[in-house]
């Protein structure tokens, strides 16, 4: 479903990406895990259209996002690391334009907005106003909008990064739940070990852009001879913290938090 | 054909939610208006002009027309810098699309204020010549929406933090205001000052909205209609290439 090969993205003299190459299958849980900065992101981006990458190259269902970037936008749904939901519109108009620019047709749209957001327990607030969301709530309702045009692959980055427990083992549930029953492939990446030891079939450690372990969770263990994906992870990119400048985007998000206060 | 008008309507919709917004972003036309309007009023009419309060009337409706398709533009760098922009951006949909549907909504949003405007100047006094010209009037403020919304987008998504938009405003915005004739008369003034006034697509708008609400035009509304109309196709190309190179 997802074929990447020899993935390359350099940004001025940083490779970001150095080399990646990784399979999904259909129907899979792929969990990506890295320590910041790994090249998570970027790898993502490059999957969906938003970045070219430097040289290598990418299938996603067969189709080459460089060539028929439409074709593969509309295979894929997305819910990207920061919220990217319009606060001012409502939850059911946040969905609304989603499905017209994903062109689902008006009958269509409105059935499965209903099955999902009743899923995702956000009906009854369909029609408030996303700013008066809670973090919790506002993810599912990414979700629920990612599946909204019935993608062939969902890709989530991070998409419990700062979430309660309750909240995060709630939003897998109705993950697996959709990965099931309508055959989506998944494609995550998380900061939570566990998490991606629960759901994920198959994960790949990537490391200064490099993937430097790919199996299942067991495997992986086996073969760091470790006891638990957490140190199978820290034994295989060892325990050096990373630090990310910020870029202008956080800096805005820092702005906006002082603000509203 | 759909991407451009979801996009259009939640402008819309966006606008007619900010109540607080709309009654505050005329405050500033009230001023000038009803300050400058009454206040330069006395010396205006002893220079033998006439009403200054018809004079100013249409370059007050200009400026809220400019100021609120600007910003409108500007917002972009809100939907980029919170994220919705990559929403739209990852869509099936032409970037062109996108703009166009951004960029309308700002210019329909800018037309919507500048009608408003124009209420309260007729509320204050303002009285146009002839009934039969203000749609004519109207299109002249549609033109300037849409030249001012063009560039709004080409700022918004080259600034990249809300410290630019001090800069944007100080620098660009006020001045185009300022050296438009929105507020004096354009015969005698020094060349130097003609010459730039000249060089400033709103001298054009208020210019035609001038010649007809009161039919008065310093260059001829023709020459208005055309100069804005080439202007509203470079500021809309511009907008257009600065939001197709826009990285997230």
């Known amino acids: 479903m997802i074929h990447a090969q020899d993935l390359v993205k350099t940004f001025g003299t940083v490779k970001a990406v150095d080399g990646v190459s990784f399979d999904v299958r259909e129907g899979e849980i792929f969990a990506f895990l890295g320590p910041n900065g790994a090249g998570k992101t970027t790898t993502i981006q490059m999957l969906t259209t938003l970045q070219a990458p430097t040289s290598g190259s990418i299938r996603i269902d067969g189709l080459d996002p460089k060539t028929q970037p439409h074709e593969v936008r509309r295979r894929f749904g997305i819910v990207f690391q920061d919220p990217s939901l319009d606060g001012e519109l409502t939850a059911l108009e946040n969905l609304e334009l989603h499905g017209v620019l994903y062109r689902v047709p008006r009958k269509l749209r409105l059935e499965r907005s209903e099955m999902l957001l009743k899923l995702f327990e956000l009906w009854e607030k369909r029609d408030a106003f996303v700013k008066t969301f809670s973090g919790g709530m506002k993810r599912r309702l990414e979700i629920a909008r990612g599946f909204l045009h019935t993608p062939r692959i969902l ?107 | 054909m759909g991407a451009v008008f979801i996009l259009w309507l ?34 205006y009419q002893q220079a033998g002009r006439g009403s200054y309060l018809q004079f100013v009337a249409p370059g007050v409706v200009a400026m809220s027309v400019l100021f609120t398709s600007i910003f409108s533009g500007i917002g972009l760098l809100w939907d980029r810098q919170f994220g919705f922009l990559k929403e739209t951006l990852v869509a099936p ?52 929406a849409v030249v001012f919304a063009g560039l709004g987008t080409a700022i918004g998504s080259t600034l990249q933090n809300m410290q630019g938009f001090q800069l944007i405003m100080n620098f660009l915005v006020m001045p185009i205001f300022f050296l438009s004739g929105a507020l004096f008369p354009l015969n005698n003034i020094p060349t130097a000052l003609a010459i730039v006034t000249k060089l400033d697509p709103l001298t054009y708008g208020v210019d035609g909205l001038r010649g007809a609400f009161i039919g008065v035009s310093h260059f001829g509304m023709m020459t208005d209609a055309v100069v804005l109309f080439g202007v509203a196709w470079i500021f809309f190309a511009l907008g257009a290439w600065s939001f197709s190179k826009i990285q997230v």
Not at chain 2, 101 to 122: D, E, K, N, R, S
């Open chain 2, 93 to 144: 949909v032409p970037r062109l699309h996108i703009m166009i549907g951004h960029t309308l909504g700002g210019a329909t949003i800018a037309m919507i204020q500048g009608l408003l405007v124009l209420v309260v100047c007729f509320i204050a006094g303002f009285r146009p010549e002839h009934v039969s010209t203000v749609p004519l009037a109207i299109l002249f403020m549609a033109l300037i």
């Open chain 1, 155 to 261: 890709f989530l980055d991070e998409p419990t990064l700062g979430l309660d427990p309750q909240s995060r083992n709630q939003l897998w549930t109705h993950v697996k739940y959709l990965n099931d029953t309508e055959k989506v492939t998944v494609f995550l990446t998380t900061h939570y070990m566990d998490e991606a030891d629960r759901v994920a079939q198959r994960i790949a450690i990537i490391d200064h852009g490099k993937i430097v372990a790919q199996g299942s969770s067991k495997e992986l263990k086996e073969q760091t001879g470790t006891e638990s994906l957490e140190q199978a992870f820290l034994a295989l990119t060892g325990s050096t913290i990373r630090d990310e400048t910020a870029g202008a985007s956080d800096q805005m998000r820092q702005f906006m938090k002082a603000w509203r206060r």
């Open chain 2, 10 to 43: 939640r402008q819309i919709k966006r606008y007619s939610r900010s109540r607080a917004q709309i009654v505050a972003s005329l405050g500033q036309p009230l001023l000038y208006l009803l300050v400058l309007g009454f206040g330069l009023g006395p010396v």
